[in-house]
Structure formats: C-alpha cells, structure tokens
C-alpha cells in the first residue's frame, strides 16, 4: 500500500516544468557568493601592504621588522584558517562544479606565484620585489575576473580589470609606491564588491 | 505525436532530485531534504527508484556515528533528464500551436 501511494506522484507537464523552475532557483541561490571571502581578503591583504607601505616609511629597526613579520603572519594564518573553515563548511551537503572551477583558479594561481618567484630566482639570481610585486597583481587580477564571469558577477569582473590596470601604474613607480598602489587596488576590487554582495545576500 | 515521458523522471519528487543532482557534483541526503518538499522517508524510497534505473548512484559511509548518504547522477540519468526535457518542451510547443 505504502509503495503504491508513493507511486501515485505523478503529475501533469505544467507541473514538471514548475518543478524544473523551482530546482534551478535552489541551484542558482546557492550559487550566489555572499562576498565574505572578498571581504575577508580584502582586508587581510589592505592591512598587510599598506602596513609594509608605512614601514618603510619609517627607519627600519630589528623591533620594527619583527613586529611587521609577526603582524603578516597572523594575518594570513588568520586568513587561511577562516578560508578553509568556510569552505569545508560550506561544501558540507553539496559539491558543486563551480565551486570546484573557482579552487583550481585560486590554488593555481597560488602555485604560480610560486612558480614566478622560482623562475625569477633562476634567470635573475635575486628576487626583484619591483618586479614581483605587479606580475602578481597581474595574477590576481586574472583569477578576479575568472571568478567575475563563472559567477556572472559584473561587478568583480571590473574590479579584475581595475585590478590590471594598477598592476601596470604600479610597475612604474617604486616599491615603496607599489604597495601603496596594491593596497587601494585591494580596497576596489576586493572590499568594496564583497560588501556589496554581502549586502545583497538576502535578495 | 508526443515522445512517452518516461515514467522514472515523471513524479514531482525524482525530478525535483535530479534537477538538483545535475546542478551539483555530488549533494548529501540532507542537503536533498532541504530543499524538496517531502519526507525523510518518501525522499529515500523516490532516490532507490532512482538508483534501480540506473539514474544516480548512491555511497553510503559514516560520519562519525551519524549515516552518510552521498548522491551523485549518472550519465544515464542525464541523458534521460535531456529527453525528458525536449519530450516537455515538445508538450508545450504544440499546446501553443493548438491555442493559436
């Protein structure tokens, strides 16, 4: 008897294509990025230049370079901490191919910063931070708008291309100059679209 | 003529599954629960009827002391949701060539 009612649910075309409808709004809310990992970056990342940025600005003294070491270290492990947490959280009941397309964009990029400091190393037997510093701006701003359009979010697309942009102004000025450039770079394309779409989160 | 929709796919509950299976790589029973609108008991009789017809595999492991049951759909059950769709599609394409 039990089967038999839970066989009778069949239903007409109207209904399947309400059903069909219904699904694809669970699949596409569930898609939309909350922008805490934006926020979260964008403010890690701000903090760390534009304290390296008022560094050295300032004579450098053993304390001071200790407490700046401490202070990025903490940052990031604060960083990757919340990032992995969040992610395994969130990837709990359901894996989706978008979220699996977003981690090989992000950790490859991370693999190639490595990569670029490797290959600097070699060619030029010392690591030019004026140099590094944009090329990985340049990474970053490939992964941004990456992301932008798998999540269809115009907003982090531009912020990408802003993101380009400066790593190109940056490449003209000093380091000290750079990380003041990088630090806004974050700000525009990082916090500023993460609080807008945590601020639309609900819609 | 209409294609015949096939009966596996045409029942409120399986579909809604595996409209929610193809958006997603793999999705536990708790996350179906969720967001399909019936009971525990009814979701795990519609997912074996689903698995019988080969539409979606089933793992079931353990997490810590709590049942795991991970959902994934198949090739078969994707090819068989296409037809389902352009069958529908077919449907209403000539209920708007009869209405005009």
């Known amino acids: 008897m039990e089967t038999e009612r839970r066989d009778l649910d069949s239903f007409d ?4 294509l309400k059903v ?8 596409q809310k569930r898609l939309k990025n909350n922008g805490i990992l ?13 304290f390296e940025f008022f560094v050295k600005s300032i004579p450098h003294t053993y304390q001071v370079t200790m407490f700046k070491a401490y ?3 903490a ?3 604060f960083g990757i901490a919340f990032t992995l947490i969040y992610l395994i959280r969130k990837s709990r009941k359901a894996t989706t191919y978008i979220g699996i397309a977003l981690r090989y964009i992000w950790v490859s990029m991370c693999i190639c910063m490595v990569l670029i400091n490797l290959i600097q190393f070699n060619v030029l037997h010392k690591i030019t931070f004026e140099l590094q510093l944009p090329i990985y701006m340049v990474l970053v701003s490939f992964a941004l708008v990456a992301t932008g359009a798998i999540l269809r979010y115009k907003m982090i697309i531009a912020g990408g291309i802003i993101f380009g942009l400066m790593a190109y102004f940056a490449s ?12 806004i770079a974050w700000v525009i394309a990082f916090i500023i679209p993460g609080h807008v779409l945590y601020t639309k989160r609900k819609d | 003529m209409f294609t015949d929709l096939d009966s596996i796919l045409h029942s409120q509950v399986r579909l809604a599954i595996m409209s929610l299976l193809l958006s997603v790589k793999t999705a536990e029973f708790s996350f179906l629960l969720e967001n399909i609108n019936t009971t525990k008991g009814n979701l795990s009789f519609q997912l074996t009827k689903l698995k019988e017809a080969d539409y979606i595999e089933i793992k079931k492991s353990f997490k810590g002391n709590y049942p795991l049951t991970i959902c ?3 090739q078969k059950g994707i090819d068989a949701y296409e037809v389902y769709v352009i069958a529908i599609n077919e449907y209403f394409k000539e209920f708007r060539n009869n209405k005009k």
Do not use: A, D, H, R
């Open chain 1, 71 to 73: 202070i990025t270290i």
């Open chain 1, 172 to 183: 003209f000025f000093s380091l000290q100059q750079q990380l003041l450039i990088e630090s």
């Open chain 1, 20 to 27: 069909i409808k219904e699904m694809i709004q669970v699949s």
């Open chain 1, 38 to 50: 934006f926020i979260l970056w964008g403010w890690v990342s701000f903090l760390i230049y534009l």
């Open chain 2, 72 to 74: 994934e759909v198949t």
């Open chain 1, 75 to 77: 940052l990031m492990i």
């Open chain 1, 13 to 16: 075309e109207n209904q399947s």
